[in-house]
């Protein structure tokens, strides 16, 4: 053991991993022997190993609100005749905005109209939203929604057009509804009367209560498209919460500032904000979680020169290997034979 390097671990490991590919840092210690004993009036620092629930969780303070929001623009050629309120929300079926006094109503679907459609057109999904949307809205000539837009579709948008005030042509123009995911509830309106219909109008975000947080992106990995998070909303209850969405944030423009991401957390519990307008909220982020197992600091790992890692006993300095397992606020799953609860093990922290 007299030529064995030793590597002593420094610093705080930042990944969190279960099992081994680990990342760490490490720094070279001169030594002639692992069992050296610590200079005069400097006793080596030991700690017993631990038994205990070990999670790597982060807390960040969002924004309760209606979640992210997202630009809007208009398709439609013509001059905007009629705008929404910051604050309103919109359904499907409902005015967006107006062109030439005439209305451009919200449809609901996840593709934007692409085309002009008419009766003989090639099929397509753009023709399927539209007819799901009509029959939604109580015009059903054509039957079950399906990709062909036929004659029975093109009556039914006439009967549409005709409930609208729009002329009855039985064609729908790819600037002639606004298609979103959903309601939408208008955050902004950035144009005015008299503005072209075609450009950008407002930003809209969803309807349901959700909190929105900013994680630097070197942390994006505490962020998961469907993970549970704890929520602690200021003036509200405390809840959980699920991430619907994790994406990047705007750029700045400061070429020192760290890359960012967005992270939309809708509430499980809507009740928990009521009351609440805006407001800030605490949210606890946990990547991962291990019940029960043993544990001791980063510090008292040494990184063996031919690979591994091992815990130095505190009574005989004896090196004893273990596997790691989950890293969090300083500390490390261990196993290994020889490594119970209770065992004192050198440590520098």
Same mark, same amino acid.
């Given at each position: 053991?007299?030529?064995?390097?030793?590597? /002593?671990?420094?610093?705080?490991? %930042?990944?969190?991993?279960?099992?081994?590919?680990?990342?760490?840092?490490?720094?070279?210690?001169?030594?002639? &022997?692992?069992?050296?004993? #610590?200079?005069?009036?400097? @006793?080596?620092?030991?700690?017993?190993?631990?038994?205990?629930?070990?999670?790597?969780?982060?807390?960040?303070?969002?924004?309760?609100?209606?979640?992210? +929001?997202?630009?809007? $623009?208009?398709?439609? @050629?013509?001059?905007?005749?009629?705008?929404?309120?910051?604050?309103?929300?919109? +359904?499907?079926?409902?005015?967006?905005?107006?062109?030439?006094?005439?209305?451009?109503?919200?449809?609901?679907?996840?593709? #934007?109209?692409? &085309?002009?459609?008419?009766?003989?057109?090639?099929?397509?999904?753009?023709?399927?939203?539209? +007819?799901?949307?009509?029959?939604?809205?109580?015009?059903?000539?054509?039957?079950?929604?399906?990709?062909?837009?036929?004659? *029975?579709? *093109?009556?039914?948008?006439?009967?549409?057009?005709?409930?609208?005030?729009?002329?009855?042509?039985?064609?729908?123009?790819?600037?002639?509804?606004?298609?979103?995911?959903?309601?939408?509830?208008?955050?902004?309106?950035?144009?005015?009367?008299? $503005? #072209?219909?075609?450009?950008?109008?407002?930003?809209?975000?969803?309807?349901?209560?959700?909190?929105?947080?900013?994680?630097?992106?070197?942390?994006?990995?505490?962020?998961?498209?469907?993970?549970?998070? +704890?929520?602690?909303?200021?003036?509200?209850? @405390?809840?959980?919460?699920?991430?619907?969405?994790?994406?990047?944030?705007?750029?700045?423009?400061? #070429?020192?500032?760290?890359?960012?991401?967005?992270?939309?957390?809708?509430?499980?519990?809507?009740? %928990?904000?009521?009351?609440?307008?805006?407001?800030? %909220?605490?949210?606890?982020?946990?990547?991962?979680?291990?019940?029960?197992? /043993?544990?001791? @600091?980063?510090? *008292?790992?040494?990184?063996? *020169?031919?690979?591994?890692?091992?815990?130095?006993?505190?009574?005989?300095?004896?090196? /004893?290997?273990?596997?790691?397992?989950?890293?969090?606020?300083?500390?490390?799953?261990?196993?290994?034979?020889?490594?119970?609860?209770?065992?004192?093990?050198?440590?520098?922290?």
């Amino acid at each position: 053991m007299a030529e064995r390097g030793r590597w /002593l671990l420094a610093g705080v490991v %930042a990944v969190a991993v279960l099992g081994t590919g680990t990342a760490v840092a490490l720094t070279r210690v001169s030594a002639d &022997r692992a069992g050296a004993e #610590p200079e005069r009036g400097e @006793p080596a620092k030991t700690v017993e190993v631990q038994r205990t629930t070990l999670a790597d969780q982060q807390t960040v303070t969002g924004t309760v609100g209606y979640g992210a +929001e997202h630009p809007l $623009a208009g398709r439609r @050629p013509g001059t905007v005749t009629g705008l929404p309120a910051a604050g309103e929300v919109l +359904e499907r079926g409902e005015a967006v905005y107006s062109v030439d006094a005439k209305p451009v109503p919200l449809f609901y679907g996840g593709l #934007p109209l692409y &085309r002009d459609l008419s009766a003989g057109v090639d099929n397509g999904p753009d023709v399927k939203v539209v +007819e799901e949307n009509l029959a939604a809205l109580g015009f059903t000539d054509f039957g079950t929604p399906d990709e062909k837009y036929t004659s *029975a579709t *093109a009556a039914a948008v006439k009967k549409w057009q005709k409930a609208n005030g729009l002329e009855q042509t039985g064609e729908v123009g790819s600037g002639d509804v606004v298609v979103q995911p959903g309601a939408v509830r208008v955050s902004s309106v950035s144009a005015q009367l008299g $503005a #072209p219909g075609a450009g950008d109008l407002m930003k809209v975000t969803g309807t349901d209560r959700a909190v929105t947080v900013e994680l630097e992106k070197a942390k994006q990995r505490f962020a998961k498209t469907g993970d549970k998070v +704890e929520v602690e909303i200021t003036g509200g209850k @405390p809840t959980t919460g699920t991430i619907t969405s994790v994406t990047p944030s705007p750029s700045s423009g400061n #070429p020192t500032e760290k890359p960012k991401v967005t992270v939309t957390i809708a509430l499980d519990d809507p009740k %928990a904000a009521e009351g609440v307008d805006t407001a800030s %909220a605490g949210v606890l982020f946990t990547v991962g979680r291990r019940e029960n197992v /043993l544990t001791v @600091p980063v510090g *008292a790992l040494l990184a063996l *020169a031919e690979g591994g890692y091992a815990v130095e006993t505190a009574d005989d300095r004896r090196l /004893l290997p273990v596997k790691t397992g989950l890293f969090a606020k300083g500390k490390v799953e261990v196993t290994g034979d020889g490594v119970t609860e209770g065992l004192k093990v050198v440590t520098t922290s």
